[in-house]
């Protein structure tokens, strides 16, 4: 059963910065896209970003336009997302997510708190 490991969350004061990475603990078979979402408190889980694996297209939710940025190295089997200008509404849990023809694979989730 491949599993995803995320780390890289934490407090932060806003306006800084924070590296998200998440890496499958083997192969996924057929894998086509990564990405990352977020769950705020209290909140539905949303997406945030997300890569394909062919042609590296990506795709951002408006509220992180220009400040996050989601990358990928398809030999580690990892996903990572940049996040700058940081905000109090990016408080959440963030989740990884990769997917495969007729499954998902999640993350446990790892914490992001920005502090006003």
């Known amino acids: 059963q491949v599993q995803l490991v995320e780390s890289g969350g934490g407090l932060v004061q806003a306006g800084g910065s924070l590296r998200l990475s998440c890496a499958a603990s083997?192969?996924?078979?057929?894998?086509?896209?990564m990405g990352w979402y977020r769950q705020p408190p209290g909140k539905q889980r949303e997406l945030v970003a997300s890569?394909?694996?062919?042609?590296?297209?990506?795709n951002y939710a408006d509220s992180v336009k220009g400040r996050f940025t989601i990358s990928k190295d398809n030999a580690k089997n990892t996903v990572y997302l940049e996040m700058h200008s940081l905000k109090p509404d990016d408080t959440a849990v963030y989740y990884c997510?990769?997917?495969?023809?007729?499954?998902?694979?999640w993350g446990q989730g790892t914490q992001v708190t920005v502090s006003s």
């Open positions: 890569i394909t694996i062919g042609g590296g297209s990506t």
């Open positions: 083997g192969t996924i078979f057929g894998l086509n896209a």
């Open positions: 997510n990769m997917q495969a023809p007729f499954r998902d694979f």
